[in-house]
Structures are given as structure tokens and as C-alpha cells.
């Protein structure tokens, strides 16, 4: 599978490794088109399984089949209106924890609904889009572990059939997909990513920790 990360950060660089990590194609675009080269040139070198990584132009066209937004919100929702016109077709992937980030305190979209169900709003009509990897810091996705444990990425989307590709992307990645429901269970996966960064200073965890449904 072909996947279009925009944004060469942090997530960037912690679900492309997933992906080639998994045997699959990870196709970087970032503002900066050097980052992105930087972020391909990493990720070629660690892949193994088959996978490989590119870096494509940005405003340019996306090769992918699923298209990850690995941007802040509400820039996210600003990079998915600068693509629209080239998301139909594909599945869209908001991992975005919209907090505010003067006080992170808050998110900021209303009560009733959340940054993937803004997304969703935002992309051409009958483009599926899954919330996941929110609740999964980026390290623990380089790493492909945390403490020892596999990852668990919670998926929440209306559209089973595209919740199935990312799931089977990040089973490929060597991470556990659980599908939390239909989309407005972003709201919830949002609010338990605030939660995660909050407990990091009284835990002392240094943002290597992971939320899991262990029984
Ligand atoms: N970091 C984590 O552990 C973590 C965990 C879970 C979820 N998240 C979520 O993941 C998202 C990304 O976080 P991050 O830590 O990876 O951020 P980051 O390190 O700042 O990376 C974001 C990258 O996206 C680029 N970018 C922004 N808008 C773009 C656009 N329209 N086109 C192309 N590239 C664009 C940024 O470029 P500029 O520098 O020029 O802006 C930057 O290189 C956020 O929504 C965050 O809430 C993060």
C-alpha cells in the first residue's frame, strides 16, 4: 500500500517508520521539501520488509491511497482544504489532538464534536475519513514498542472498508487496531490524548508511555 504523510515532524517520522516497517510505501511531503527529502533518506535507511519511502513536492500530487495529515490542528484542517481537490478517492487520516496550546488545558473544537469530525466536513464528499494514532507518541512509534508492549492504535471512522486498510497498515507495522466505533468516538480518543500528555509530568514517563487496553 501507498501511503501520503504530510508533515515531516515527529508522527511523520514515527508512522512512516510503521509503514515501511510493515513492507509498505511511505511517500513524505512537508512545507519544507528538504525535510521531507531528510525524513525519506531516514526512513529508506531503517526499513526493512520490503518498505521504502519517497519525497514527493508539497502542493504537488499525492501518490497515496490513504493520506495521513501528521499536522497540528488547525493546521490539519487547513493542509486537507489546500488537498481537497485530491483526497476523493482516498481514505484521510486525522491524527491530530487539538489541544490548546497556550494552556494545554483544552481542546479546541466544540464539545460536540472533534477535529476528525471537522475534517470530515472539510474533504470532498464520500472521502472516508479515520481518526487514529492520537493516542500513540511519536517515539513509541519509532521504537514499535513501549515498555516492552505492543502498541495499541484506537481507529474510529464510519467506513468499515477504511478503517480495514489503516488497520491493516498499522497490523502490518506490528501494532494492535482496535476499532473504537464510528467517528464521533474521536471525541473521546481527543480527549484521552490530552489526558496521556497530562499524566507525563507527575508520571515522569517522558512521553515513552502508551495507552492500552491490556486483559
Ligand atoms: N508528537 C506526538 O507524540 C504526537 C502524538 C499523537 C498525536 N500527535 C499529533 O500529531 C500531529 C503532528 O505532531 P508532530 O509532533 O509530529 O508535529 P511537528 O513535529 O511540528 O510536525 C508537523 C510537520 O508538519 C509540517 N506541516 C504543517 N502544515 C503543513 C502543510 N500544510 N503541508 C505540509 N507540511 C506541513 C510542519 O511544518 P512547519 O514546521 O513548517 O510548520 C512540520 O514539519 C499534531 O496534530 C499532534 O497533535 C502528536
Given at each position: ?76 484542517l487547513e493542509a486537507v482544504k489546500q488537498y481537497a481537490d485530491q483526497l476523493g478517492?482516498?481514505?484521510v ?26 475534517i470530515?466536513?472539510a474533504v470532498p464528499?464520500?472521502t ?88
Amino acid at each position: 500500500m501507498r501511503v501520503t504523510i504530510i508533515g515531516a515532524g515527529n508522527m511523520g517520522r514515527g508512522i512512516g517508520t510503521r509503514v515501511v516497517a510493515g513492507g509498505n510505501e511511505a511517500e513524505i511531503v512537508d512545507r519544507d521539501p528538504d525535510e521531507a527529502r531528510k525524513l525519506a533518506d531516514e526512513l529508506n535507511g531503517a526499513a526493512h520488509g520490503g518498505g521504502s519511502a519517497t519525497a514527493a513536492e508539497p502542493g504537488g500530487s499525492l501518490g497515496g491511497d490513504v493520506v495521513v495529515f501528521a499536522t497540528w490542528y488547525p493546521g490539519s484542517l487547513e493542509a486537507v482544504k489546500q488537498y481537497a481537490d485530491q483526497l476523493g478517492g482516498k481514505v484521510v487520516v486525522d491524527i491530530s489532538n487539538p489541544v490548546d496550546t497556550s494552556t494545554f488545558e483544552e481542546l479546541v473544537t466544540p464539545r460536540d464534536s472533534s477535529a476528525a469530525e471537522e475534517i470530515a466536513k472539510a474533504v470532498p464528499e464520500g472521502t472516508p475519513v479515520v481518526k487514529a494514532f492520537n493516542t500513540t507518541f511519536a517515539g513509541t512509534l519509532v521504537a514499535g514498542e513501549a515498555a516492552g508492549q505492543q502498541l495499541d492504535v484506537f481507529l474510529a471512522g464510519e467506513d468499515d472498508d477504511a478503517k480495514r486498510k489503516v488497520a491493516e497498515l498499522v497490523e502490518a507495522g506490528g501494532a494492535r487496531p482496535v476499532d473504537v466505533g464510528p467517528l464521533r468516538r474521536a471525541r473521546q480518543l481527543e480527549e484521552l490524548g490530552l489526558l496521556h500528555m497530562k499524566v507525563q509530568d507527575p508520571l515522569g514517563s517522558g512521553f515513552k508511555s502508551a495507552v492500552k487496553i491490556h486483559w
